[in-house]
């Protein structure tokens, strides 16, 4: 290829990926306003500017822009929690959750959309926004390393934790718990395992 | 009122009764079928073999449906609950929470999405269909008897066991977990819980 040409597919690739990003901005404006089931082809062309059959040239139903958006959310999701769990310092895990919940705070209605739109993704075989296989390494080593990791009856400390976060997510997503709550239960979600794990470590 | 006065309107209430349970059906099959984000007055309607006029005049939108379903759901989760609680014999809470979870799996594809659909109860201020507060009073009294209430920085025992039994179902719900794996760890909750706070009383 000339160098011509290649200038020509770098910035027609750039340009893919903009009107993509902008489709996708204007996605999540109209679900911030009226939910995940409002979302048509329509909607998003009137809000990003730009004719209904670019929408479809993206996206082959309004779903794939939602699957689109927890994905990037996943991605802010597991960025914070390894920079926040590798950043030092005593207690990682009270660190990360606190992190976490705070982003997911910044952008509430918008993200707690997403959480319950999680089975779009796992009907894809797609990884949940919530933290992935990496993130239960590390968080994993983590409780291993505070002697938290032990099994119990097939269950092991780090599913517990797992478990109980989805518990504290799903309440807030829900709406059954403010956002205040919710982050006043996720600050205190690495006490409550520590307390508990540390009983159940004096009682072996 | 005539008794004949008074026959004609208990019949008309009878009638009105089953109306609306023929329709909560006609739509509980559509949203096995398709989820609730389908449901159309138009295809409660043909489902259920009446006019569309008859379904506005029970259910303002299908929104109302999905949570009449919901607090069906509720009265049925409870009904559980209490009659497994009170069953008498040992281990009230493994009783109760394997109950529950053989329960919900027995129509795991409507359970779910009524699971998913909490906003709506809760934008509404009605109780959601996971356990009440009646419920949890008979919880607490049990965790309280076996000595497993103590509080917890802030959080009590009631609200973990709950925001872990939340966990499980966002966890099944969304589909990240199998109705199979979803009934195990129910059946394992009470003993998780129970060793984690057998370690905390050792470590009081």
Known sequence: MSSRKVARVERATVELRETRANL???AAKLIRISGVHSL???????????ARQSVYRYFKDPEEAVVALA?????????TFNTSFE?????????????????L??????????????PLLIAQGK???????KNEEALGRQLEASGLAEPSEGTDMLDIVGTYFYGLVYKW????????????????LASDIAELAAGRRASL
């Open 127 to 133: 990884s949940p926004v919530f933290p992935n296989e």
């Open 71 to 79: 994905e990037n959310l996943g991605v802010v999701i597991r960025d």
């Open 24 to 26: 996708l901005e204007a």
């Open 40 to 50: 048509t082809h329509t909607a998003i062309a009137a809000e990003a500017g730009v």
């Open 173 to 188: 997503a829900t709406g059954s718990s403010s956002d205040k709550e919710f982050c006043a239960a996720m600050g205190r």
């Open 87 to 103: 950043d030092g310092g005593p207690d990682p895990l009270a660190r990360t959750s606190k992190a976490v919940a705070s982003m």
């Open 105 to 118: 705070v910044s952008d509430s209605v918008l993200n707690k959309a997403l959480y319950l739109s999680a």
